[in-house]
Nanobody, 119 residues
Framework: QVQLLESGGGLVQAGGSLRLSCAAS????????GGWFRQAPGKERVVIAA????????FYESSVEGRFTISRDNAKNTTYLQMNSLKPEDTAVYFC????????????WGRGTQVTVSS
C-alpha cells in the first residue's frame, strides 16, 4: 500500500518561504509524475504544480508561477514544493499527489499539511 506523507507546513509571515516535503512509502510505489494541490477555506481543491519526471514538463497555476518550484529526490522518494514570496492568499491546506503510470489521473493522495501566511 502506497502512502504519501506531507510535512513542512506551518505559520509564516508574508514574504517568507516554506518548503513542503512529500515522502512516499510502500513496496509497490512507482511515480511517473507528481504534483501539489491546495484547498483554501470555502474554496475548491485546485492543482497548483505538477511535473512529469521523465520529460520535465511542468505546470504551475498562474498565481504561484515564478514563486513556487516543484522538484523530486528519487533516492528519497520525496517530492518537494519550494514556496517563496508567500502571500496571505496562499493560506490553504496543501496536498501532494502521485501518478503511477503515464496515463490517467492522480493515483495517490497525501492527507495534507496546513500553510498559514500572516499579513
Amino acid at each position: 500500500q502506497v502512502q504519501l506523507l506531507e510535512s513542512g507546513g506551518g505559520l509564516v509571515q508574508a514574504g517568507g518561504s516554506l518548503r513542503l516535503s512529500c515522502a512516499a512509502s510502500g513496496s509497490t510505489f512507482r511515480s511517473t509524475a507528481g504534483g501539489w494541490f491546495r484547498q483554501a477555506p470555502g474554496k475548491e481543491r485546485v492543482v497548483i504544480a505538477a511535473k512529469v519526471w521523465s520529460s520535465g514538463n511542468t505546470f504551475y497555476e498562474s498565481s504561484v508561477e515564478g514563486r513556487f518550484t516543484i522538484s523530486r529526490d528519487n533516492a528519497k522518494n520525496t517530492t518537494y514544493l519550494q514556496m517563496n514570496s508567500l502571500k496571505p492568499e496562499d493560506t490553504a491546506v496543501y496536498f501532494c499527489v502521485n501518478r503511477r503510470t503515464s496515463l490517467g489521473g492522480w493515483d495517490d493522495w497525501g492527507r495534507g499539511t496546513q500553510v498559514t501566511v500572516s499579513s
